[in-house]
């Protein structure tokens, strides 16, 4: 939980440098909360409550336009751990092959050392 609220902390953060960690937790909790949503909405589908669904979509609706600016940032800091720039984010546009290389990119191991973006996050404090 460390990770997902300093993500939030840092909502507006696009420089620096994020860890693995950093970047894959906050991912991870973000799809509990999804599966979350979805399993509310299919047990409200199941009760016939269409009232009670638009409520939990709408709900998690707003939650998505809450996180997407601090997901933004921490994939773009992930980016520059590995040392590419930010605006690598944009390969996501392009169908079908630009997310299997964002992906690449995220999984990739921090550069060691300071960068052109910051010091060397591995460098501080580990928490679990």
Known sequence: MYWYIKVLKNYVEFSGRARRKEYWM??????LIAIAFGVITVMSANEGEQAAINIVIIIYLIYSLAVMIPSIAVTVRRLHDTGRSGWWWFINLVPLIGPVILLVFLVTDS???E??????????????
């Not at 906050?26 to 799809?31: H, P, R, Y």
């Not at 960068?115 to 679990?128: F, I, Q, R």
């Open 115 to 128: 960068n052109e973006y910051g010091a060397y996050p591995k460098g501080s404090v580990e928490l679990m």
């Open 26 to 31: 906050f991912t991870l909790i973000n799809l």
């Open 111 to 113: 550069e060691n050392g």
